[in-house]
């Protein structure tokens, strides 16, 4: 059984710093991609960033890159999405996703392209 598990959520100050994490079972780690993705109320899933555990490839949309790095621990079948300088927009629920990346590669997919979700993890940023 494919199981995603975020944790790492909270309420914090503008300018602060979150760090999420994904735990991963039930499938292949390491041949992979892992997407974290947020949703604000009365807004559509947005992608945030992803990487691709095959070869470490990671990216990001536009308004996080300088601030949130995801990377990914294979012995512990954990992504993590560090998030700096946080900022009130960047209150959303996030989500991780999972999917079998075909053998040319993968990049910021939408959630439709993702096959394994985790349940969420609420991140409030105040300002």
């Known amino acids: 059984e494919v199981q995603l598990v975020e944790s790492g959520g909270g309420l914090v100050q503008a300018g602060g710093s979150l760090r999420l994490s994904c735990a991963a079972s039930?499938?292949?780690?390491?041949?992979?991609?892992i997407g974290w993705f947020r949703q604000a109320p009365g807004k559509e899933r947005e992608g945030v960033s992803c990487?691709?555990?095959?070869?470490?490839?990671?990216y990001y949309v536009n308004s996080v890159k300088g601030r949130f790095t995801i990377s990914s621990d294979n012995a512990k079948n954990t992504v993590y999405l560090q998030m700096n300088s946080l900022k009130p927009d960047d209150t959303a629920v996030y989500y991780c996703?999972?999917?079998?990346?075909?053998?040319?590669?993968?990049?910021?997919?939408?959630?439709?392209?993702?096959?394994?979700w985790g349940q969420g993890t609420q991140v409030t940023v105040s300002s």
């Open positions: 990487i691709n555990n095959n070869d470490g490839t990671a």
């Open positions: 039930g499938f292949t780690f390491g041949d992979s991609a």
């Open positions: 996703a999972a999917v079998r990346p075909p053998t040319g590669g993968w990049g910021l997919a939408p959630a439709r392209k993702y096959d394994y």
